[in-house]
T-cell receptor, first 116, second 114 residues
Framework: GAVVSQHPSRVICKSGTSVKIECRSL??????MFWYRQFPKQSLMLMAT?????????EQGVEKDKFLINHASLTLSTLTVTSAHPEDSSFYIC????????????FGPGTRLTVT | AQSVTQLDSQVPVFEEAPVELRCNYS??????LFWYVQYPNQGLQLLLK??????LVKGINGFEAEFNKSQTSFHLRKPSVHISDTAEYFC????????????FGTGTRLQVTL
């Protein structure tokens, strides 16, 4: 099946700094990628939809100036957490939407962000 | 808008026993339905999906699910579980119009023991 990678898998940063997370579709092109956030023992919450070559669409309650999304190519989307605070600590997961009629999202392995 | 309810937060079961993980959804439009599995500190892996056609869907690792439109359910079943099936299972729905944005349930922790 299709493979989606995320980098880094884990990151620890100090409060006030910014962190960039990369999401790559390794063997297919994805015009649409999604960013999710998952709190411990909870479900995935969609943060934003990333479309190649256009601005991301953010879900209600997600600060677009804090969570910057860039989808500059058909295989790469990045999420930058700006001025991170401890409450931003979470598991961030991306997915890439395959084309055609399968309507299937392929998920990355996730990035564990810890803000100290 | 859609919503997904997974009533069971945890399901303990002995190895080789059958299991059913329940999922109910709510939507005013037609939906696609999915089951994903998540192992610790990993992303999600698709087990199976219902898009159209036969209401009984077979997936990977011996799992299957049945779409019941009248009961708005999509329960996941496996006739004989293994220790390796221990994981978090998420039911998800998307509407057939956008066919992309997923709404997830809160997940069910399947714990298989000897």
């Amino acid at each position: 099946g299709a493979v989606v990678s995320q980098h880094p898998s884990r990151v620890i940063c100090k409060s006030g700094t910014s962190v960039k997370i990369e999401c790559r579709s390794l063997d297919f092109q994805a015009t649409t990628m999604f960013w999710y956030r998952q709190f411990p023992k909870q479900s995935l919450m969609l943060m934003a939809t990333s479309n190649e070559g256009s601005k991301a669409t953010y879900e209600q309650g997600v600060e677009k100036d804090k969570f910057l999304i860039n989808h500059a190519s058909l295989t790469l989307s990045t999420l930058t957490v700006t001025s991170a605070h401890p409450e931003d600590s979470s598991f961030y997961i991306c997915s890439a939407l395959s084309g055609g009629a399968s309507h299937e999202q392929y998920f990355g392995p996730g990035t564990r962000l810890t803000v100290t | 808008a859609q919503s997904v309810t997974q009533l069971d937060s945890q399901v303990p079961v002995f190895e080789e026993a059958p299991v059913e993980l329940r999922c109910n959804y709510s939507s005013s439009v037609s939906v696609y339905l999915f089951w994903y599995v998540q192992y610790p500190n990993q992303g999600l892996q698709l087990l199976l999906k219902y898009l159209s056609g036969s209401t009984l869907v077979k997936g990977i690792n011996g799992f299957e699910a049945e779409f019941n439109k009248s009961q708005t359910s999509f329960h996941l079943r496996k006739p004989s579980v293994h220790i390796s099936d221990t994981a978090e299972y998420f039911c998800a729905v998307s509407d057939t119009g956008t066919a992309s944005k997923l709404t997830f349930g809160t997940g069910t922790r399947l714990q298989v023991t000897l």
